[in-house]
């Protein structure tokens, strides 16, 4: 169960630009609930469909699954980080009792304490979309069409 090294490069390349475009999307007032939901919970199963579209991944089994899912919800949730914890910070300087006053008190209480933070919620995602992970090669590989195994006819003489 190696993990190839281009095969990692592409994941989290593709996980980063999610993260980064959800963290943008969370902003918006309208839509953040569901950008949110679809960064905790939906990342790695988009991820790995497109990756298995694209053909960039073969036949996956769950265990690989759960750990592409892993490691999607990881990078996924600190490119998330690395956009909407500015962006926060700002509209909450700005606006002083806006709805992301947390963010910005969390940013100010010290760069050590924010770090850790998005480590361990990274964590937690992570853990999340390894289970999303698993779930969508289960699911992937229950429907897609397998070969023809009764085809193969071998006769073994004494």
């Known amino acids: 169960m190696l993990l190839k090294e281009l095969l990692f490069k592409q994941m989290c390349i593709l996980s980063a630009i999610l993260g980064l475009v959800l963290g943008v999307l969370t902003i918006i007032p309208f839509i953040c609930n ?3 939901f679809a960064l905790l919970i939906l990342s790695a199963p988009a991820i790995l469909y497109y ?3 694209m053909e ?3 036949i996956l089994d769950i265990k690989q699954g759960a750990m592409y899912g892993a490691i999607i919800g990881f990078i996924s949730f600190l490119g998330f980080s690395v956009s909407f914890v500015p962006l926060a910070t700002i509209i909450a300087l700005i606006y002083k009792g806006s ?3 947390g963010v910005s008190m969390l940013f100010r209480s010290g760069f050590f304490v924010l770090i850790m933070s998005v480590f361990f919620v990274a964590l937690l995602n992570s853990l999340l979309n390894a289970f999303t992970g698993m779930v969508t090669m289960f699911v992937y590989n229950q429907l897609e069409a397998k070969p023809d195994e009764t085809k193969t006819d ?3 003489e004494e």
Request: glycine share 6%.
């Open 51 to 53: 990756m298995k579209k």
């Open 34 to 36: 569901f950008s949110f």
């Open 56 to 58: 960039m991944i073969g």
């Open 154 to 156: 071998i006769e073994i």
């Open 99 to 101: 709805f992301y006053l």
